[in-house]
C-alpha cells in the first residue's frame, strides 16, 4: 500500500526499497520503455489478471524509473524484480502508478479508488 506521497516500501534481496512515480519519473519511464503512461498503465492492469500481460522489459523500466529514478541499472532493476517475482512485482508497481494518478480516480472521491481499474474496466 503507498503512503500518501505515493511511496510503496517493500523488501527484495534482504534490503528494503521504495519505489515512487513523480512526474519527472514518469518521464523517464516513458522515454526509457518507448512506452506512453496509458501503455503502461493497460500493460499492468492486464497483468493483475494475466501476469505475462505485461512484459518483463516494462516491469524492469518501472522499476529503475520507480526505485532508482535512473540512479540504478536497468540490469540491477531487473535483479529486484527477480528477487521479489514476476507477480508481486506488478503488485508494486501497480500501487505507486495509482498513487502517482490520485486525481484521476473517481469524481466521488470513494477511497480505494483505482485509476488502473478504469483502464482494465
Do not use: Y
Not at 517475482?85 to 479508488?113: N, Q, S
Amino acid at each position: 500500500m503507498a503512503t500518501p506521497l505515493g511511496v510503496v516500501s517493500f523488501e527484495a534481496g534482504g534490503k528494503s526499497h521504495q519505489m515512487q512515480f513523480t512526474t519527472n519519473r514518469l518521464c523517464l519511464l516513458e522515454e526509457k520503455a518507448g512506452l506512453t503512461s496509458l501503455e503502461v498503465a493497460t500493460e499492468l492492469a492486464l497483468g493483475k489478471s494475466q501476469p505475462l500481460g505485461c512484459s518483463k522489459k516494462t516491469l524492469r523500466a518501472l522499476f529503475w524509473a520507480g526505485v532508482g529514478d535512473g540512479s540504478i541499472t536497468l540490469a540491477q532493476a531487473g535483479d529486484l524484480v527477480d528477487a521479489i517475482g514476476h507477480r508481486r512485482a506488478i503488485e508494486i508497481a501497480t500501487d505507486a502508478f495509482d498513487a502517482a494518478h490520485p486525481d484521476l480516480a473517481d469524481d466521488d472521491g470513494k477511497a480505494g479508488d483505482r485509476p488502473l481499474d478504469a483502464v482494465a474496466g
